[in-house]
């Protein structure tokens, strides 16, 4: 700050005599025209004014208003004289060399007279030190309460974590319980008491037990959309076609039973993510891949990869030949608990797109979708390629 305070006196002090500015003036120029004769060779015709810019800036900057307008003066005859057609003599000149004079003597006019206006910024720049000096003290105290503040809320959200935590612990135990004994004793009614049951008493109690398979279900995919928020994800290079066959295997068993393919054309580059993360985000993708086709209809899955839109990123894409989505739908998916059909027609629990998204934005990387009723879905992630972690 003394510094500053300094340079700005010492900018505000009177300048030397008239005759030293005016002096400085005539060096300028002759040191320009020098300078400007030497390049000639180079040069040739381009640019004579051009350097000429140069003294005016100078002498306005040191001397003031009058040096200025004196260096352009002078300047624009001295590059006339030698420089402009006609060379070594005031006559030939020509309507685009006139217009070129004239646009270098405005030049320097203009700066000439903004020396002023620089002038008197400067002395405001001074005159605001002083509150420049107070405005730094109250930020100081104001970064110290910050600092204070902080640190209370960064408490607060390790206290609120750590509840979350004992939510989530009792949402694992504590629900999950009751619902594992409501499925036992479905099981068993069915089997034990079976002979002694109806239809309607059959149809209830399958009802009853996949009502509570839901419910588990539901509460599995809570939790896990649960952990992607708040988890510290720990990137690393990955091998992509491991990652793929890895989902492939999670999922081969509902695949199967549907009678579908999956058609994986490498090559798969490496990537940036969490493995286990990147496997979830991917069985989630497959697994939506085999549920939504029209009733009867084996799952065709393609799964691929190519360069990205954005540099140094790599897309994924998992194409079906499914029921499709409407396009004011394409973004709804993505929420949590956003189910498009009902779980009667088409099971799940509407958290699966939910888990992919808040995945692939934990790792980094972008999702989204490319579809039409009817025509079938390509969804596509795009993460980091390894070497652009």
């Not at 300078?35 to 060779?41: D, G, H, I, V």
């Amino acid at each position: 700050m003394q510094t500053l305070r300094a340079g700005l006196r010492t900018s505000e002090a009177p300048r030397s005599g008239r005759g030293l500015r005016y002096g400085l003036v005539v060096l300028a120029v002759a040191l320009t025209l020098g300078f400007r004769l030497l390049l000639q060779p180079i040069l040739g015709e381009s640019a004579p004014l051009l350097m000429f810019v140069l003294p005016v800036l100078v002498s306005a900057w040191y001397g003031g208003r009058g040096p200025g307008l004196a260096a352009t003066v002078a300047s624009a005859l001295v590059g006339w004289y030698f420089f402009l057609p006609g060379h070594y003599s005031f006559s030939g000149l020509g309507p685009a060399d006139a217009i070129q004079l004239a646009i270098f003597s405005v030049i320097g006019a203009t700066v000439s007279s903004l020396h002023g206006r620089l002038r008197f910024a400067r002395s405001r720049a001074a005159g605001r030190l002083v509150e420049l000096e107070a405005s730094e003290e109250r930020f100081r105290l104001l970064n110290e309460t910050l600092e204070q503040r902080v640190d209370q809320r960064t408490a607060e959200l390790e206290s609120a974590n750590r509840a979350l935590e004992a939510f989530a612990y009792s949402i694992s135990h504590d629900l999950r319980a009751p619902l594992r004994g409501i499925q036992g004793f479905a099981q068993a009614l069915l089997e034990d008491y079976g002979d002694r049951l109806d239809a309607t008493g059959h149809d209830y109690s399958r009802r009853i037990a996949a009502a509570a398979n839901r419910m588990d279900q539901l509460i599995q995919d809570i939790l896990s959309y649960s952990r992607l928020s708040r988890a510290d994800l720990e990137l690393a290079p990955i091998p992509l076609d491991a990652a793929v066959r890895e989902a492939q295997v999670e999922v081969d068993l509902p695949l199967r039973q549907r009678g579908g393919e999956i058609a994986i054309e490498g090559p798969f580059p490496r990537v940036r993510a969490h493995r286990p993360t990147l496997v979830q985000v991917l069985t989630n993708l497959l697994t939506n891949a085999i549920v939504y086709v029209a009733p009867g209809a084996p799952p065709r899955i393609r799964v691929r990869a190519e360069d990205g839109e954005r540099s140094g990123t790599v897309r994924v894409w998992v194409e079906d030949q499914g029921i499709g989505i409407a396009p004011e739908h394409q973004e709804r998916i993505f929420h949590v608990f956003e189910r498009l059909h009902g779980s009667e027609t088409y099971p799940g629990t509407g958290i699966g797109l939910a888990i992919v998204r808040k995945g692939i934005e934990r790792m980094g990387g972008t999702v989204g979708v490319e579809s039409a009723p009817g025509a079938g879905a390509r969804f596509w992630i795009e993460l980091p390629e390894e070497s652009h972690g």
